[in-house]
């Protein structure tokens, strides 16, 4: 049985090796752009079947996004939108064969969690500036100063974890059971694993929502409260 | 077989079934308080569900991080070769 923790290099261009994750990221990645481009190159007043339908998920993120973070979803829902969207095809493209899906690997993990990390910082500073990024450590006062500091990477490592841990749980069981018991048997494993990519993909963006939102409005410091107190 | 690869096996399964036990136990409470609250307030079953299912994979993942220790022990561990 092959690690779930190490991926084999398919190829390698120039020193650096590609995985099979790694071009199933960037097969993800073309589709949803070129899905994008075309679906936004003809846009209308009185929309089409297509535009209603790609409307209706950006105001479901929207929506998400004013009731997590209590703030208006235009600077946020770009990153946010596309944070939950990568995953969640990311996490159901296990549905085609052959394919297993890349938030699988731990790197794809590693780098969209850098990002949420890398994001807070960026919307705290530009929110509150340098200072007002650093005054957010010292809330609610100064003695919490370590233990927000190291809040904030542990929070990040178990966003990795908890992604890492979801989506190659579901696909090792589902080895393990077809291995063991053979054909169509882990079929309602395989519905139960989209399930939780679904779910993994929408807390993942939640989470995110709540880490930037605690960066960003002090004078709003109930927003995401319930969530966070989950999370933490 | 030397001593640490049937200590990091013992220990794997350990890590697994007893990390399973403070998750299912959570669950449980989560989902019976749940069913209460939606017994009580059926208007607000659709709020329920939703933060139910959140809070259920946070739980979960309690879970999910002993398996990942576990495949830790079992395929990456820095100790054995």
């Given at each position: 049985m092959t690690s779930p923790l190490s991926s084999v290099a398919l190829f390698h261009l120039g020193p650096a090796p590609i995985t099979a994750g790694v071009l199933a990221t960037w097969a993800i990645m073309a589709v949803l752009v070129l899905g994008s481009i075309l679906a936004t190159r003809?846009?209308?007043?009185?929309?089409s079947k297509l535009q209603a339908a790609f409307e209706l998920v950006v105001a479901t993120v929207d929506g998400q996004i004013r009731d997590t973070?209590?703030?208006?979803?235009a600077p946020y829902r770009a990153f946010i939108g596309t944070l939950f969207i990568f995953i969640f095809v990311a996490n159901w493209?296990?549905?085609?064969?052959?394919i297993e899906p890349?938030?699988?690997?731990i790197e794809t993990d590693a780098a969209l969690a850098l990002l949420v990390f890398g994001a807070v910082i960026w919307f705290g500073i530009r929110a509150g500036g340098v200072r007002g990024y650093l005054a957010t450590f010292a809330s609610?006062?100064?003695?919490m100063i370590p233990l927000n500091f190291i809040e904030s990477l542990t929070r990040t490592f178990s966003l990795l974890v908890r992604l890492f841990g979801n989506v190659m749980s579901g696909v090792f069981v589902i080895g393990i059971v077809l291995s063991l018991a053979?054909?169509?048997?882990p079929i309602p494993l395989m519905a139960l694993d989209l399930l939780t990519g679904a779910v993994q993909a929408y807390i993942f963006a939640i989470l995110a929502m709540v880490f930037i939102a605690g960066a960003v409005n002090e004078e709003n410091p109930d927003a995401g409260t319930s969530i966070k107190r989950i999370a933490s | 077989m030397n001593w640490l690869a049937f200590a990091s096996i013992i220990s794997a399964a350990m890590a697994v079934s007893f990390g399973a036990i403070g998750p299912a136990l959570a669950e449980g409470r989560a989902v019976a308080a749940a069913m209460d609250a939606i017994a009580r307030q059926p208007e607000a079953a659709n709020t329920i569900s939703r933060t139910l299912f959140v809070g259920l994979a946070m739980i979960e993942t309690m879970a999910i991080y002993c398996l990942v220790i576990a495949l830790l022990l079992l395929f990456a561990n820095p100790l054995l070769k």
């Amino acid at each position: 049985m092959t690690s779930p923790l190490s991926s084999v290099a398919l190829f390698h261009l120039g020193p650096a090796p590609i995985t099979a994750g790694v071009l199933a990221t960037w097969a993800i990645m073309a589709v949803l752009v070129l899905g994008s481009i075309l679906a936004t190159r003809r846009l209308s007043l009185i929309p089409s079947k297509l535009q209603a339908a790609f409307e209706l998920v950006v105001a479901t993120v929207d929506g998400q996004i004013r009731d997590t973070m209590r703030v208006e979803p235009a600077p946020y829902r770009a990153f946010i939108g596309t944070l939950f969207i990568f995953i969640f095809v990311a996490n159901w493209s296990s549905l085609l064969p052959g394919i297993e899906p890349p938030t699988a690997h731990i790197e794809t993990d590693a780098a969209l969690a850098l990002l949420v990390f890398g994001a807070v910082i960026w919307f705290g500073i530009r929110a509150g500036g340098v200072r007002g990024y650093l005054a957010t450590f010292a809330s609610p006062n100064p003695i919490m100063i370590p233990l927000n500091f190291i809040e904030s990477l542990t929070r990040t490592f178990s966003l990795l974890v908890r992604l890492f841990g979801n989506v190659m749980s579901g696909v090792f069981v589902i080895g393990i059971v077809l291995s063991l018991a053979g054909l169509l048997v882990p079929i309602p494993l395989m519905a139960l694993d989209l399930l939780t990519g679904a779910v993994q993909a929408y807390i993942f963006a939640i989470l995110a929502m709540v880490f930037i939102a605690g960066a960003v409005n002090e004078e709003n410091p109930d927003a995401g409260t319930s969530i966070k107190r989950i999370a933490s | 077989m030397n001593w640490l690869a049937f200590a990091s096996i013992i220990s794997a399964a350990m890590a697994v079934s007893f990390g399973a036990i403070g998750p299912a136990l959570a669950e449980g409470r989560a989902v019976a308080a749940a069913m209460d609250a939606i017994a009580r307030q059926p208007e607000a079953a659709n709020t329920i569900s939703r933060t139910l299912f959140v809070g259920l994979a946070m739980i979960e993942t309690m879970a999910i991080y002993c398996l990942v220790i576990a495949l830790l022990l079992l395929f990456a561990n820095p100790l054995l070769k």
